[in-house]
T-cell receptor, first 111, second 114 residues
Framework: DADVTQTPRNRITKTGKRIMLECSQT?????MYWYRQDPGLGLRLIYY???????NKGEISDGYSVSRQAQAKFSLSLESAIPNQTALYFC??????????FGPGTRLTVL | AQSVTQPDIHITVSEGASLELRCNYS??????LFWYVQSPGQGLQLLLK??????LVQGIKGFEAEFKRSQSSFNLRKPSVHWSDAAEYFC????????????FGTGTRLTVIP
């Protein structure tokens, strides 16, 4: 089984809808991250969490929220999706040295 | 401010040729450095990492990278490229104290021609 899993893998939704992307990990890491990837822009950090009670905004957190339900689970929500949130979303976990392990990604399309 | 620059957006090489992908970073402290590879439709896979010690590090799939502190560089190399190496490559920098997150470059897309 994969160490970092994401659900769903693909999602098409409409403008204004609420959507949740889920991430689970079996690596036992405390640190978890959500990134979005857009062509030519690399990976940009949305939110990160260094333990269950710790949530921090990344560089592009507007329009997103997160929930850290347990050490192994970290969810990303779009409260009211808009077309420019169409992107590839990655969850990751890391060691204390920031060696990051990525999930397979969720391709989100907002119409 | 922390930043990572990958000056080459797209590189094309012939199969069997050598490869060097450039990465320059700006970081206020001793960095941890990483190279990741992303095949089409896939997540990112760690190729190699530098924490300390020997500045030439070996990774998976025959890749290596050299940390040059004086040039703030961490270039990725492979002596002979295989068609399966076609992918996008990302350089990333993080704090040696573990306090901060990784900062990624914008990536270099590698095309391999037969």
């Amino acid at each position: 089984d994969a160490d970092v899993t994401q659900t769903p893998r693909n999602r098409i939704t409409k403008t204004g809808k609420r959507i949740m992307l889920e991430c689970s990990q079996t690596k036992g890491h405390d640190r978890m991250y959500w990134y979005r990837q857009d062509p030519g822009l690399g990976l940009r950090l949305i939110y990160y969490s260094f333990d269950v009670k710790d949530i921090n905004k990344g560089e592009i957190s507007d329009g997103y929220s997160v929930s850290r339900q347990a050490q192994a689970k970290f969810s990303l929500s779009l409260e009211s999706a808009i077309p420019n949130q169409t992107a590839l979303y990655f969850c990751a976990t890391s060691t204390f040295r920031n060696e990051q392990f990525f999930g397979p990604g969720t391709r989100l399309t907002v119409l | 401010a922390q930043s990572v620059t990958q000056p080459d957006i797209h590189i094309t090489v012939s199969e069997g040729a050598s490869l060097e992908l450039r990465c320059n970073y700006s970081y206020g402290a001793t960095p941890y450095l990483f190279w990741y590879v992303q095949s089409p439709g896939q997540g990112l896979q760690l190729l190699l990492k530098y924490f300390s010690g020997d500045t030439l590090v070996q990774g998976i799939k025959g890749f290596e990278a050299e940390f040059k502190r004086s040039q703030s560089s961490f270039n990725l190399r492979k002596p002979s490229v295989h068609w399966s190496d076609a992918a996008e490559y990302f350089c990333a920098v993080g704090s040696s104290t573990g306090a901060n997150n990784l900062f990624f470059g914008t990536g270099t897309r590698l095309t391999v021609i037969p």
